[in-house]
Protein backbone atom coordinates (compact mmCIF):
# COMPACT_ATOMS: atom_id res chain seq x y z
CA UNK A 1 0.00 0.00 0.00
CA UNK A 2 1.38 3.54 -0.22
CA UNK A 3 0.73 6.38 2.11
CA UNK A 4 0.21 10.05 1.74
CA UNK A 5 3.08 12.48 2.00
CA UNK A 6 3.24 14.45 5.44
CA UNK A 7 0.82 17.48 5.40
CA UNK A 8 3.35 21.09 5.53
CA UNK A 9 4.82 21.63 9.08
CA UNK A 10 4.14 18.08 10.23
CA UNK A 11 6.99 15.93 11.14
CA UNK A 12 7.70 13.20 8.37
CA UNK A 13 9.05 9.59 8.98
CA UNK A 14 12.21 11.03 7.44
CA UNK A 15 12.46 14.02 10.24
CA UNK A 16 11.53 10.91 12.44
CA UNK A 17 14.90 9.21 11.33
CA UNK A 18 17.05 12.75 11.53
CA UNK A 19 16.09 12.95 14.65
CA UNK A 20 16.89 9.30 15.64
CA UNK A 21 20.18 10.05 14.15
CA UNK A 22 20.91 13.16 16.12
CA UNK A 23 19.68 11.08 19.92
CA UNK A 24 22.25 8.42 18.52
CA UNK A 25 24.95 11.11 18.41
CA UNK A 26 25.33 11.44 14.91
CA UNK A 27 26.43 15.12 13.78
CA UNK A 28 27.19 14.19 10.14
CA UNK A 29 25.82 12.45 7.03
CA UNK A 30 27.29 12.22 3.90
CA UNK A 31 26.21 10.39 0.92
CA UNK A 32 25.17 11.51 -2.75
CA UNK A 33 21.65 12.96 -3.40
CA UNK A 34 18.68 11.23 -5.48
CA UNK A 35 15.36 10.57 -5.74
CA UNK A 36 14.43 7.51 -3.54
CA UNK A 37 16.22 9.58 -1.05
CA UNK A 38 15.86 13.45 -1.37
CA UNK A 39 13.25 13.17 1.54
CA UNK A 40 15.98 12.11 4.26
CA UNK A 41 18.80 14.57 2.82
CA UNK A 42 15.50 17.53 3.33
CA UNK A 43 15.17 16.37 6.75
CA UNK A 44 19.12 16.20 7.77
CA UNK A 45 18.91 19.75 6.66
CA UNK A 46 16.37 20.72 8.63
CA UNK A 47 17.79 19.64 11.15
CA UNK A 48 19.85 21.92 13.67
CA UNK A 49 22.40 19.56 14.91
CA UNK A 50 22.35 17.16 11.88
CA UNK A 51 24.78 18.34 9.30
CA UNK A 52 24.35 16.65 5.63
CA UNK A 53 27.47 16.47 3.59
CA UNK A 54 27.52 15.80 -0.42
CA UNK A 55 30.02 13.24 -1.51
CA UNK A 56 31.23 12.44 -5.51
CA UNK A 57 30.47 9.02 -5.66
CA UNK A 58 28.83 6.39 -2.53
CA UNK A 59 31.97 4.58 -2.16
CA UNK A 60 33.65 8.00 -0.95
CA UNK A 61 30.45 9.05 0.75
CA UNK A 62 30.76 5.34 3.24
CA UNK A 63 34.33 6.19 3.13
CA UNK A 64 33.99 9.26 5.11
CA UNK A 65 31.05 8.32 7.22
CA UNK A 66 34.19 5.27 8.05
CA UNK A 67 37.13 7.41 8.37
CA UNK A 68 35.19 10.21 10.49
CA UNK A 69 34.30 7.33 12.81
CA UNK A 70 37.51 5.81 12.98
CA UNK A 71 39.03 9.40 13.74
CA UNK A 72 36.92 10.78 16.78
CA UNK A 73 35.04 8.02 17.38
CA UNK A 74 31.92 9.99 16.94
CA UNK A 75 29.38 8.05 14.66
CA UNK A 76 28.29 9.23 11.13
CA UNK A 77 25.59 8.28 8.60
CA UNK A 78 25.36 7.28 5.20
CA UNK A 79 22.77 8.12 2.38
CA UNK A 80 22.18 6.91 -0.24
CA UNK A 81 19.52 6.13 -3.04
CA UNK A 82 19.13 2.65 -4.45
CA UNK A 83 19.71 1.04 -7.96
CA UNK A 84 24.00 2.26 -8.77
CA UNK A 85 24.39 4.20 -5.35
CA UNK A 86 23.34 1.62 -3.03
CA UNK A 87 25.97 -1.20 -5.25
CA UNK A 88 28.77 1.69 -5.08
CA UNK A 89 28.07 1.82 -1.47
CA UNK A 90 28.70 -1.68 -0.73
CA UNK A 91 32.36 -1.57 -0.73
CA UNK A 92 33.12 1.28 1.61
CA UNK A 93 30.35 -0.97 3.94
CA UNK A 94 32.56 -4.13 3.36
CA UNK A 95 35.48 -2.05 4.90
CA UNK A 96 33.85 -0.89 7.57
CA UNK A 97 32.32 -4.08 8.23
CA UNK A 98 35.96 -6.05 8.24
CA UNK A 99 37.04 -3.32 10.42
CA UNK A 100 34.32 -3.19 13.05
CA UNK A 101 33.97 0.29 12.36
CA UNK A 102 29.70 0.68 13.57
CA UNK A 103 28.44 3.16 10.69
CA UNK A 104 24.69 3.21 9.51
CA UNK A 105 23.78 3.19 6.02
CA UNK A 106 19.84 4.72 5.07
CA UNK A 107 19.37 3.51 1.73
CA UNK A 108 16.15 4.97 -0.25
CA UNK A 109 14.63 2.39 -2.37
CA UNK A 110 11.40 2.71 -5.05
CA UNK A 111 8.30 3.62 -3.49
CA UNK A 112 6.22 0.51 -2.29
CA UNK A 113 3.87 0.57 -4.87
CA UNK A 114 6.35 0.78 -7.55
CA UNK A 115 7.83 -2.74 -6.32
CA UNK A 116 7.75 -5.83 -8.60
CA UNK A 117 5.96 -3.21 -11.56
CA UNK A 118 8.99 -2.15 -13.41
CA UNK A 119 9.65 0.57 -10.87
CA UNK A 120 12.58 3.01 -10.95
CA UNK A 121 15.62 1.58 -9.19
CA UNK A 122 14.05 -0.92 -7.43
CA UNK A 123 15.72 -3.70 -5.79
CA UNK A 124 13.44 -5.52 -3.19
CA UNK A 125 11.50 -8.02 -5.95
CA UNK A 126 14.28 -10.68 -6.68
CA UNK A 127 14.76 -12.70 -8.51
CA UNK A 128 13.22 -10.46 -11.06
CA UNK A 129 15.87 -7.69 -9.59
CA UNK A 130 18.65 -7.30 -7.68
CA UNK A 131 18.15 -8.36 -4.01
CA UNK A 132 18.96 -4.82 -2.44
CA UNK A 133 18.78 -7.57 0.89
CA UNK A 134 21.03 -10.00 0.32
CA UNK A 135 23.39 -7.43 -0.93
CA UNK A 136 23.84 -5.09 1.89
CA UNK A 137 23.11 -8.24 4.48
CA UNK A 138 26.50 -9.60 2.88
CA UNK A 139 28.47 -6.25 4.34
CA UNK A 140 26.91 -4.94 7.17
CA UNK A 141 25.94 -6.63 10.89
CA UNK A 142 21.94 -5.92 10.38
CA UNK A 143 19.62 -4.97 7.21
CA UNK A 144 16.11 -4.60 7.17
CA UNK A 145 12.98 -3.18 4.99
CA UNK A 146 11.24 0.00 6.83
CA UNK A 147 7.68 -1.19 4.85
CA UNK A 148 5.82 0.94 6.89
CA UNK A 149 6.01 4.04 9.24
CA UNK A 150 4.81 2.30 12.81
CA UNK A 151 7.95 0.10 12.06
CA UNK A 152 10.56 2.75 12.10
CA UNK A 153 11.60 2.80 15.73
CA UNK A 154 11.93 -1.03 15.75
CA UNK A 155 14.07 -1.38 12.76
CA UNK A 156 16.39 1.82 14.26
CA UNK A 157 16.54 0.04 17.96
CA UNK A 158 18.19 -3.25 15.99
CA UNK A 159 20.34 -1.12 14.08
CA UNK A 160 22.08 0.72 16.89
CA UNK A 161 22.39 -2.20 18.69
CA UNK A 162 24.47 -3.40 15.58
CA UNK A 163 26.62 -0.21 16.00
CA UNK A 164 26.68 -0.96 19.48
CA UNK A 165 28.44 -4.49 19.29
CA UNK A 166 31.01 -2.21 16.20
CA UNK A 167 29.13 -3.17 13.45
CA UNK A 168 27.85 -1.64 10.21
CA UNK A 169 24.08 -1.52 9.97
CA UNK A 170 21.77 -0.72 6.88
CA UNK A 171 18.31 0.37 6.88
CA UNK A 172 16.43 0.53 3.40
CA UNK A 173 13.59 3.35 3.57
CA UNK A 174 10.96 3.20 0.52
CA UNK A 175 10.37 6.93 -0.62
CA UNK A 176 7.05 6.71 0.03
CA UNK A 177 7.45 5.65 3.66
CA UNK A 178 9.94 8.31 4.16
CA UNK A 179 7.65 11.39 2.95
CA UNK A 180 4.78 9.52 5.29
CA UNK A 181 3.55 11.77 8.42
CA UNK A 182 5.73 10.19 11.61
CA UNK A 183 2.21 9.58 14.22
CA UNK A 184 4.43 7.45 16.94
CA UNK A 185 5.64 9.01 19.72
CA UNK A 186 7.91 12.04 19.79
CA UNK A 187 10.53 11.16 22.58
CA UNK A 188 12.22 7.83 22.79
CA UNK A 189 11.41 5.55 25.39
CA UNK A 190 14.07 4.62 27.22
CA UNK A 191 16.02 1.02 26.07
CA UNK A 192 18.36 -1.22 28.44
CA UNK A 193 21.65 -1.19 27.47
CA UNK A 194 24.27 -4.32 27.59
CA UNK A 195 27.13 -2.70 29.46
CA UNK A 196 29.14 -5.64 28.76
CA UNK A 197 31.35 -4.77 31.82
CA UNK A 198 34.27 -6.86 32.46
CA UNK A 199 33.84 -8.07 36.23
CA UNK A 200 36.66 -7.28 39.00
CA UNK A 201 37.72 -10.64 39.34
CA UNK A 202 38.43 -11.00 35.75
CA UNK A 203 40.56 -7.93 36.12
CA UNK A 204 42.04 -8.28 39.20
CA UNK A 205 43.21 -11.89 38.32
CA UNK A 206 44.64 -10.64 34.88
CA UNK A 207 46.77 -8.32 36.73
CA UNK A 208 48.08 -10.66 39.29
CA UNK A 209 49.50 -13.04 35.94
CA UNK A 210 51.31 -10.07 34.71
CA UNK A 211 52.00 -8.88 37.93
CA UNK A 212 53.60 -12.15 38.35
CA UNK A 213 55.39 -12.19 35.13
CA UNK A 214 57.52 -8.95 36.62
CA UNK A 215 58.30 -10.58 40.21
CA UNK A 216 59.65 -13.82 38.31
CA UNK A 217 62.23 -11.20 35.68
CA UNK A 218 59.95 -12.09 32.48
CA UNK A 219 58.58 -9.75 30.20
CA UNK A 220 55.26 -8.54 29.17
CA UNK A 221 54.98 -7.35 25.32
CA UNK A 222 51.48 -5.01 24.74
CA UNK A 223 50.22 -5.17 21.70
CA UNK A 224 47.82 -2.75 20.85
CA UNK A 225 45.90 -2.23 17.30
CA UNK A 226 42.78 -0.38 15.45
CA UNK A 227 40.41 -0.36 18.46
CA UNK A 228 43.08 1.06 20.96
CA UNK A 229 43.96 3.66 17.97
CA UNK A 230 40.08 5.03 18.01
CA UNK A 231 39.75 5.45 21.42
CA UNK A 232 43.20 7.16 21.97
CA UNK A 233 44.78 4.61 24.32
CA UNK A 234 48.15 6.14 23.97
CA UNK A 235 48.53 7.85 27.33
CA UNK A 236 47.07 4.27 29.28
CA UNK A 237 49.23 1.81 27.28
CA UNK A 238 52.56 3.75 28.21
CA UNK A 239 50.94 3.83 31.87
CA UNK A 240 51.21 -0.14 31.08
CA UNK A 241 54.19 -0.21 29.89
CA UNK A 242 55.67 1.67 32.96
CA UNK A 243 53.87 -0.39 35.39
CA UNK A 244 55.30 -3.44 33.71
CA UNK A 245 58.33 -2.90 32.49
CA UNK A 246 56.97 -3.75 29.41
CA UNK A 247 57.59 -3.92 25.65
CA UNK A 248 55.26 -2.23 23.37
CA UNK A 249 54.34 -3.11 19.51
CA UNK A 250 51.67 -1.86 17.55
CA UNK A 251 49.90 -3.60 14.52
CA UNK A 252 49.45 -0.98 11.39
CA UNK A 253 45.78 0.12 12.45
CA UNK A 254 47.58 0.73 16.03
CA UNK A 255 50.19 2.76 14.77
CA UNK A 256 49.90 5.95 16.80
CA UNK A 257 49.97 3.99 19.94
CA UNK A 258 53.26 4.27 22.17
CA UNK A 259 55.28 6.63 20.78
CA UNK A 260 58.34 6.90 22.35
CA UNK A 261 57.75 3.24 23.94
CA UNK A 262 57.44 1.66 21.22
CA UNK A 263 59.29 -0.97 19.37
CA UNK A 264 57.45 -0.65 15.93
CA UNK A 265 54.77 -1.89 13.95
CA UNK A 266 54.00 -5.89 13.18
CA UNK A 267 53.40 -7.98 10.35
CA UNK A 268 54.05 -7.74 6.46
CA UNK A 269 54.64 -3.91 6.45
CA UNK A 270 56.29 -3.91 10.26
CA UNK A 271 59.45 -3.83 11.42
CA UNK A 272 61.60 -6.33 12.13
CA UNK A 273 62.27 -4.89 16.28
CA UNK A 274 58.58 -5.13 17.01
CA UNK A 275 58.93 -8.96 15.58
CA UNK A 276 62.07 -9.62 18.39
CA UNK A 277 60.09 -7.88 21.20
CA UNK A 278 57.33 -10.39 21.00
CA UNK A 279 59.09 -13.38 20.26
CA UNK A 280 61.47 -12.32 23.62
CA UNK A 281 58.36 -11.78 25.88
CA UNK A 282 56.89 -13.96 28.41
CA UNK A 283 53.17 -13.06 28.01
CA UNK A 284 51.52 -11.31 25.81
CA UNK A 285 49.24 -8.27 26.14
CA UNK A 286 47.10 -8.04 22.94
CA UNK A 287 44.64 -4.79 23.45
CA UNK A 288 42.13 -3.73 20.97
CA UNK A 289 44.06 -5.98 18.24
CA UNK A 290 42.12 -8.10 15.98
CA UNK A 291 45.90 -9.94 15.49
CA UNK A 292 44.64 -10.59 11.57
CA UNK A 293 47.07 -11.79 8.84
CA UNK A 294 48.45 -8.52 8.11
CA UNK A 295 48.80 -7.90 11.87
CA UNK A 296 51.09 -10.71 12.58
CA UNK A 297 52.60 -12.06 9.45
CA UNK A 298 56.16 -13.59 10.21
CA UNK A 299 54.61 -14.15 13.71
CA UNK A 300 52.93 -17.21 14.11
CA UNK A 301 55.36 -19.54 15.01
CA UNK A 302 56.15 -17.31 18.05
CA UNK A 303 52.43 -16.93 19.16
CA UNK A 304 52.01 -20.52 19.25
CA UNK A 305 54.82 -21.16 21.84
CA UNK A 306 53.86 -17.60 24.04
CA UNK A 307 50.92 -17.24 26.34
CA UNK A 308 48.62 -14.71 24.89
CA UNK A 309 45.66 -12.72 27.08
CA UNK A 310 43.24 -10.69 24.30
CA UNK A 311 41.47 -8.08 25.42
CA UNK A 312 39.05 -6.20 22.40
CA UNK A 313 34.78 -5.90 21.89
CA UNK A 314 35.91 -8.66 19.14
CA UNK A 315 37.82 -11.89 19.33
CA UNK A 316 40.77 -12.36 17.93
CA UNK A 317 41.71 -13.77 14.20
CA UNK A 318 43.96 -16.42 14.79
CA UNK A 319 43.35 -19.56 17.37
CA UNK A 320 47.32 -19.38 19.29
CA UNK A 321 45.25 -16.25 21.24
CA UNK A 322 42.86 -18.81 23.02
CA UNK A 323 42.17 -16.32 26.11
CA UNK A 324 39.77 -13.75 24.51
CA UNK A 325 38.64 -11.37 27.38
CA UNK A 326 35.49 -9.28 25.72
CA UNK A 327 35.20 -5.63 26.62
CA UNK A 328 33.01 -3.69 25.26
CA UNK A 329 33.94 -0.43 26.34
CA UNK A 330 37.46 -1.13 26.52
CA UNK A 331 38.99 2.12 27.91
CA UNK A 332 37.19 1.37 31.12
CA UNK A 333 38.64 -2.06 31.26
CA UNK A 334 42.25 -0.96 30.67
CA UNK A 335 41.21 1.98 33.17
CA UNK A 336 40.30 -0.72 35.78
CA UNK A 337 43.37 -3.25 35.08
CA UNK A 338 45.96 -0.27 35.77
CA UNK A 339 44.63 0.65 38.63
CA UNK A 340 44.52 -2.77 39.84
CA UNK A 341 47.87 -2.99 38.64
CA UNK A 342 49.42 -0.03 40.76
CA UNK A 343 48.30 -2.14 44.11
CA UNK A 344 50.57 -4.90 43.10
CA UNK A 345 53.74 -3.95 41.40
CA UNK A 346 55.18 -1.06 43.66
CA UNK A 347 56.94 1.40 41.53
CA UNK A 348 57.18 2.40 37.61
CA UNK A 349 59.86 1.06 35.52
CA UNK A 350 61.34 1.77 32.12
CA UNK A 351 59.58 0.14 28.89
CA UNK A 352 61.81 -2.21 27.43
CA UNK A 353 61.87 -0.48 24.02
CA UNK A 354 63.66 -1.89 20.82
CA UNK A 355 65.36 0.56 18.63
CA UNK A 356 63.20 0.68 15.47
CA UNK A 357 64.82 -1.14 12.85
CA UNK A 358 63.79 -0.96 9.41
CA UNK A 359 63.29 -3.86 6.38
CA UNK A 360 65.90 -4.03 3.75
CA UNK A 361 64.44 -2.81 0.78
CA UNK A 362 66.68 -1.70 -2.72
CA UNK A 363 67.28 1.80 -3.35
CA UNK A 364 65.11 3.36 -5.71
CA UNK A 365 67.11 3.88 -8.95
CA UNK A 366 65.65 7.76 -9.82
CA UNK A 367 63.46 10.26 -8.45
CA UNK A 368 63.68 10.35 -4.24
CA UNK A 369 63.22 7.87 -2.43
CA UNK A 370 60.33 6.71 0.14
CA UNK A 371 61.63 6.74 3.16
CA UNK A 372 63.25 9.56 2.54
CA UNK A 373 60.46 11.45 1.62
CA UNK A 374 58.26 10.08 4.23
CA UNK A 375 60.36 11.26 6.64
CA UNK A 376 60.33 14.62 5.20
CA UNK A 377 56.51 14.96 5.55
CA UNK A 378 56.72 13.37 9.02
CA UNK A 379 59.25 16.12 9.89
CA UNK A 380 56.82 18.97 9.02
CA UNK A 381 53.36 17.51 10.32
CA UNK A 382 51.69 19.84 12.23
CA UNK A 383 51.12 18.90 16.34
CA UNK A 384 47.82 16.92 16.79
CA UNK A 385 47.22 16.40 12.76
CA UNK A 386 46.21 13.26 11.81
CA UNK A 387 47.36 10.97 9.02
CA UNK A 388 45.14 9.61 6.69
CA UNK A 389 47.37 6.43 4.79
CA UNK A 390 45.70 4.97 1.51
CA UNK A 391 46.48 1.27 0.48
CA UNK A 392 49.53 -0.13 -2.12
CA UNK A 393 53.12 0.83 -1.89
CA UNK A 394 52.08 4.29 -0.29
CA UNK A 395 50.25 2.53 2.68
CA UNK A 396 53.42 0.49 3.10
CA UNK A 397 55.77 2.94 3.04
CA UNK A 398 53.64 4.75 5.10
CA UNK A 399 53.02 2.44 7.90
CA UNK A 400 56.72 1.63 7.53
CA UNK A 401 58.65 4.80 7.55
CA UNK A 402 56.82 7.46 8.89
CA UNK A 403 57.81 9.03 12.13
CA UNK A 404 56.10 8.56 14.74
CA UNK A 405 54.50 12.00 15.78
CA UNK A 406 52.00 13.21 18.37
CA UNK A 407 49.00 13.07 16.29
CA UNK A 408 46.44 10.53 14.80
CA UNK A 409 47.45 7.90 12.49
CA UNK A 410 44.48 5.90 10.25
CA UNK A 411 44.78 3.43 7.61
CA UNK A 412 42.01 0.71 6.23
CA UNK A 413 43.77 -2.92 5.92
CA UNK A 414 39.70 -4.73 6.07
CA UNK A 415 39.86 -4.91 2.38
CA UNK A 416 42.81 -2.71 0.92
CA UNK A 417 40.36 -0.63 -1.13
CA UNK A 418 42.11 1.70 -3.56
CA UNK A 419 40.98 5.73 -2.72
CA UNK A 420 39.38 4.96 1.21
CA UNK A 421 41.72 7.29 2.87
CA UNK A 422 41.46 10.12 0.11
CA UNK A 423 37.53 9.69 0.86
CA UNK A 424 38.30 9.26 4.44
CA UNK A 425 40.73 11.84 5.05
CA UNK A 426 38.54 14.55 3.46
CA UNK A 427 35.53 13.58 4.84
CA UNK A 428 37.27 13.53 8.49
CA UNK A 429 38.69 17.12 8.07
CA UNK A 430 35.19 18.46 7.19
CA UNK A 431 32.86 16.90 9.99
CA UNK A 432 35.61 18.45 12.63
CA UNK A 433 36.69 21.66 10.63
CA UNK A 434 35.30 23.68 13.44
CA UNK A 435 37.53 21.86 16.14
CA UNK A 436 40.93 22.85 17.04
CA UNK A 437 42.00 19.40 16.77
CA UNK A 438 44.82 20.07 14.04
CA UNK A 439 45.33 19.68 10.28
CA UNK A 440 43.99 16.18 8.28
CA UNK A 441 46.86 15.02 5.60
CA UNK A 442 46.33 12.44 3.24
CA UNK A 443 49.29 10.57 1.86
CA UNK A 444 48.16 8.60 -1.45
CA UNK A 445 49.06 6.98 -4.54
CA UNK A 446 48.74 8.15 -8.22
CA UNK A 447 46.20 5.25 -8.87
CA UNK A 448 44.45 5.75 -5.63
CA UNK A 449 43.76 9.57 -6.95
CA UNK A 450 42.79 8.18 -10.23
CA UNK A 451 40.41 5.93 -8.33
CA UNK A 452 38.66 8.47 -6.20
CA UNK A 453 40.75 11.86 -6.08
CA UNK A 454 37.72 14.06 -7.43
CA UNK A 455 36.55 13.97 -3.58
CA UNK A 456 38.95 16.74 -3.77
CA UNK A 457 36.07 18.81 -5.13
CA UNK A 458 33.89 17.94 -1.67
CA UNK A 459 37.15 19.24 0.03
CA UNK A 460 36.84 22.45 -1.49
CA UNK A 461 33.52 22.82 -1.71
CA UNK A 462 33.72 22.99 2.18
CA UNK A 463 37.26 24.77 2.81
CA UNK A 464 37.99 21.37 4.42
CA UNK A 465 41.41 21.76 6.51
CA UNK A 466 42.96 18.74 4.61
CA UNK A 467 46.36 17.86 2.97
CA UNK A 468 46.52 15.75 0.06
CA UNK A 469 49.88 14.22 -0.73
CA UNK A 470 50.25 12.35 -3.70
CA UNK A 471 52.98 10.18 -4.27
CA UNK A 472 53.32 9.74 -8.14
CA UNK A 473 54.83 6.71 -9.52
CA UNK A 474 52.93 6.06 -12.85
CA UNK A 475 52.08 3.01 -12.04
CA UNK A 476 50.08 0.82 -9.83
CA UNK A 477 53.13 0.35 -7.76
CA UNK A 478 52.57 -2.52 -5.78
CA UNK A 479 51.45 -4.73 -8.95
CA UNK A 480 54.67 -3.39 -10.89
CA UNK A 481 56.59 -5.11 -7.69
CA UNK A 482 54.41 -8.19 -7.85
CA UNK A 483 55.08 -8.65 -11.76
CA UNK A 484 58.77 -8.05 -11.07
CA UNK A 485 59.13 -11.12 -8.47
CA UNK A 486 56.40 -13.68 -9.30
CA UNK A 487 56.33 -13.29 -13.06
CA UNK A 488 59.66 -12.04 -14.48
CA UNK A 489 60.40 -11.65 -17.89
CA UNK A 490 56.25 -10.74 -18.50
CA UNK A 491 55.54 -7.61 -19.73
CA UNK A 492 53.91 -4.75 -17.43
CA UNK A 493 50.75 -4.22 -17.36
CA UNK A 494 50.68 -1.48 -14.89
CA UNK A 495 53.22 1.12 -15.89
CA UNK A 496 51.28 4.03 -17.24
CA UNK A 497 52.20 7.26 -19.13
CA UNK A 498 53.06 10.20 -17.17
CA UNK A 499 50.17 12.01 -15.80
CA UNK A 500 50.12 15.78 -14.23
CA UNK A 501 48.21 15.69 -11.65
CA UNK A 502 49.37 18.87 -10.03
CA UNK A 503 49.19 20.54 -13.26
CA UNK A 504 45.35 19.22 -13.84
CA UNK A 505 44.27 20.19 -10.48
CA UNK A 506 45.55 23.81 -10.66
CA UNK A 507 43.66 23.93 -14.06
CA UNK A 508 40.58 22.46 -12.84
CA UNK A 509 40.11 24.40 -9.38
CA UNK A 510 41.14 28.02 -9.87
CA UNK A 511 42.43 29.10 -6.32
CA UNK A 512 43.17 25.49 -4.65
CA UNK A 513 47.18 26.08 -3.36
CA UNK A 514 48.81 23.13 -5.50
CA UNK A 515 52.49 22.27 -5.53
CA UNK A 516 54.67 20.25 -7.50
CA UNK A 517 57.34 18.44 -5.38
CA UNK A 518 60.00 16.19 -7.93
CA UNK A 519 62.81 16.37 -5.02
CA UNK A 520 63.15 16.93 -1.35
CA UNK A 521 64.11 20.44 -1.49
CA UNK A 522 60.53 21.23 -3.05
CA UNK A 523 58.81 18.71 -0.98
CA UNK A 524 60.36 20.40 2.24
CA UNK A 525 59.47 23.73 1.04
CA UNK A 526 55.76 22.57 -0.20
CA UNK A 527 55.50 20.78 3.50
CA UNK A 528 56.86 24.26 4.94
CA UNK A 529 54.34 26.23 3.29
CA UNK A 530 50.95 24.28 2.75
CA UNK A 531 50.79 22.08 6.08
CA UNK A 532 50.01 25.16 7.91
CA UNK A 533 47.72 27.12 5.19
CA UNK A 534 44.03 27.04 6.01
CA UNK A 535 41.32 24.67 3.63
CA UNK A 536 42.26 22.80 1.18
CA UNK A 537 45.52 21.86 -1.12
CA UNK A 538 47.65 19.23 -2.46
CA UNK A 539 51.39 17.97 -3.11
CA UNK A 540 52.74 16.06 -6.02
CA UNK A 541 55.68 13.85 -5.22
CA UNK A 542 57.45 12.01 -8.23
CA UNK A 543 58.94 8.74 -6.97
CA UNK A 544 60.20 5.69 -8.44
CA UNK A 545 57.93 2.49 -9.47
CA UNK A 546 60.51 0.30 -9.19
CA UNK A 547 61.67 1.18 -5.46
CA UNK A 548 60.86 -2.10 -3.65
CA UNK A 549 57.92 -1.15 -0.95
CA UNK A 550 58.96 -2.22 2.60
CA UNK A 551 56.21 -5.34 2.37
CA UNK A 552 57.87 -8.66 3.34
CA UNK A 553 56.18 -10.95 0.92
CA UNK A 554 57.85 -9.27 -1.66
CA UNK A 555 61.84 -8.78 -0.26
CA UNK A 556 63.81 -11.41 -2.35
CA UNK A 557 64.46 -14.72 -0.10
CA UNK A 558 67.29 -14.72 1.63
CA UNK A 559 67.23 -10.87 2.29
CA UNK A 560 68.65 -10.93 6.47
Not at 385 to 394: E, I, K, L, R
Request: aromatic share 4%.
Amino acid sequence: MGYSPAPVGRASVADRVAGRLVDAGVRTAFGVHGANIEDVFDAALRHARLRPVVAKHEFGAGAMADGHMRLTGEPAAILTTSGGGALNVVPALGEAYDSRVPVIALIGSAPTPAVGRGGFQDMLDPPDTVDLRAVLSGVTGFCELVDEPSGLDRVLDAAFATMARGLPAAVILPKDVQCSPWTGADANEDRPEDTGTVPAAVVDGLADRLADVVRDGGTVCIWAGEEASRIEMSVAVDDLAHLLGAAVVVSPGGRDIGRSTCSGVTGVMGHPSAHRAVRHAQLLLVIGCRMSMTDRAGLDDALATIPIVHLGSAPPRTPAAAEHIRTPHLADTVDALRNSLADRVGHRRSPRAHPIDHLPVDPPSRAVGMREVLNTIGDALPERSAVFADAGNTGAAAIHHLPFGDGRFVVALGMGGMGWAIAAGIGSAIARASDADGRVVVIAGDGSFLMHGMEIHTAIEHDAPVTLIVLNNDAHGMCVTREARFFPGAPSVNRFRHTDIAGGLAAMFAGLPVRSAPDLESLRSACDELLSRPGPNCIVVDVDPDETPPFAPLIARGTP
